[in-house]
C-alpha cells in the first residue's frame, strides 16, 4: 500500500523542459510511481497544482566552519529544507575552523559523523580535503569504508587567508612539519584522487576531485594595491583585490596538473566571473580527455557588488560587478554550467564584522544562503528563459550523477521521494528575520523573488510543511557512492 500521495502537482524532471501534471506515490521513502489519478495512499496531500521539483541536492554547503557542528548540522539544514533542499554536500577538513584539529582523517572524521548525527533535517555528505601527504595515503579507506567520493584542495589556501592576507598559513592549516600546501602538493593529491579511482574502476566515474580556483600570489599583490590606492571600498574593493584573471589563472594551472596526472574527473567550483568561466571553456577544449564541471552560485548569479546588501555578502571568491553577473547567466543559458550551489557557509553577525565594522578586509568571508536556492532559481531564471527541465538538472540530477548520489535527483520510480513543492507565482520579499538560519543577516535583504518553495520532503518525509519546519531531524548521513 502506498504510504503517502502527493496529488495534483506539475511533475518537473531533467529530461523535458516542461512539466507535466500527475500524482507521485511514495512508499518506504521511495518513490513507487509517478501518473495522473493515481489512488489515494495512507496520508494523501494536495499539491494545489504547485510544481514538484526533484529536492534540490546542494552540492556545497560549509556546516561547522564557523559554529560548532551539531549546530549548524540541526540550524542550518533547517535553512536548506525552506530552500528545497533535501541532500547537502558539505566541505570538511582538517586545520583551523571545523573541528580545530589536525591529524589523520581515520581519527578525525569518525568524530565529524558523530557530531552530525541525529542532528539534520536533510540527507547529507561530506567533501574532504586531504590537506597532507598523510591524508593522501587515506584515500581507499575514505571511499571503501566511510563512502567519501569526492575531495577538494583550496588553491590559494598556501600563500593567502581565508579572510585576507595572510603570512601564517601552515600554522593555520596545522600542516605536518616539512610540508607544503603548494602546487607539488596539489599534483600529488590528484595522482592519489586518480589512483583511488583505479583501485576502484566501478567507481571511478563517480570519484572526483574539486577545486576552489584563486591565486595566492595575484590577491596578495592585488590585496595590497587596493589598499594603498583607496579608491574604491567595500564590496568592489574586495573583488578588485581577488580579481578575476587570479580565478582565470588558477583554472588554467588546475586544469594541466589534472591532464599531466590523468585525473579525469574535476569540479571546478564557484566560477565568478567571465574571465573564470572562458578559462574553464578553453581548457575543456584544450584537454577533451578531462571530464570537467562547472559550479556557480546562487549568491553570485543573484547578487552583485551593486545590489548586495551590505559587507555580509563577503564571500571567496567576491561577488562581482554586474557584468559578471550577466556572464554567468550566459554561461548557464548556453549549457555551460552543471550545476548550482549555495556555498551556504553561516557566519554569525558577531563574528562577521570586524573592527572597523565598514572595512571589508577585516569581515570574515561567507555566507548563507541554502534556503534562496530554489526559489532564487526559479524566479530570475524564468525571468531569462531558464526552462523548468534545465533548472532541476542544475540543482538536482547533476550534481547527484556526480558525487555517486544514485537515489538522488530525479522524480520517478526507484529514487528516493525526496520532492519540492514550488509555487512559482507567489511573490515576496527575502527577510533575513524569516529564515531558520542562525545567521541574523543576509546579503539577499529586500531581494524580491517570484517564486516559493512551500513544501520539502525527504525520504517522503514532510519536513517543510505549508513554509514551516515540521517534525524532527530525520537526515541521515549518505555514503557515496549510494545503491540506487
Known sequence: ???????????????????????????????????????????????????????????????????????????????????????????????????????????????????????????????????????????????????????????????????????????????????????AHFEFVMRGVQAARERFPDLADEISLSLHCETAEIMTAYTKLVEDSGELSGLAAYSASRPPHSEGLAVFIASYLAHETGLANINLLHLSSRKALDAAVRMAAAFPHIDFRREVTIGHLLASVETASGLGAKVNPPIRPQEDVEALWEYVLDGTVDWVVSDHACCREELKFGEPRDDVFVAKAGFGGAEYLLPGLVSEGRRRGLPYGRIAALTSWNPARRYGLRSKGMIAPGYDADIALVDPDQAWTVRAAESESAQEYTPFEGFELTARVTDTFVRGHHVLDAGKLAGRPIGSYIARPGVH
Open 1 to 183: 500500500m502506498t504510504d503517502l500521495l502527493i496529488k495534483n502537482v506539475r511533475v518537473v524532471t531533467p529530461e523535458r523542459d516542461e512539466p507535466v501534471a500527475a500524482d507521485i506515490a511514495v512508499r518506504n521513502g521511495q518513490i513507487t510511481e509517478v501518473a495522473p489519478g493515481l489512488p489515494p495512499g495512507a496520508d494523501v496531500i494536495d499539491g494545489r497544482g504547485k510544481l514538484a521539483f526533484p529536492g534540490v541536492v546542494d552540492a556545497h554547503q560549509h556546516w561547522g566552519i564557523y559554529n560548532p557542528l551539531p549546530d549548524d548540522a540541526a540550524t542550518e539544514s533547517r535553512a536548506a529544507a525552506q530552500g528545497g533542499v533535501t541532500t547537502a554536500l558539505t566541505y570538511m577538513r582538517t586545520g583551523q575552523y571545523y573541528l580545530n584539529k589536525g591529524g589523520p582523517y581515520s581519527d578525525f572524521y569518525p568524530e565529524v559523523l558523530a557530531q552530525a548525527d541525529g542532528r539534520a533535517y536533510v540527507d547529507y555528505g561530506f567533501h574532504l580535503a586531504p590537506m597532507s601527504s598523510a591524508h593522501i595515503a587515506e584515500l581507499p579507506e575514505l571511499i571503501e569504508k566511510y563512502g567519501v567520493a569526492s575531495f577538494k584542495i583550496f588553491m590559494f589556501y598556501g600563500g593567502h587567508g581565508l579572510h585576507g592576507r595572510s603570512n601564517d598559513q601552515s600554522r593555520f592549516l596545522m600542516l605536518p612539519d616539512g610540508e607544503r600546501y603548494d602546487y
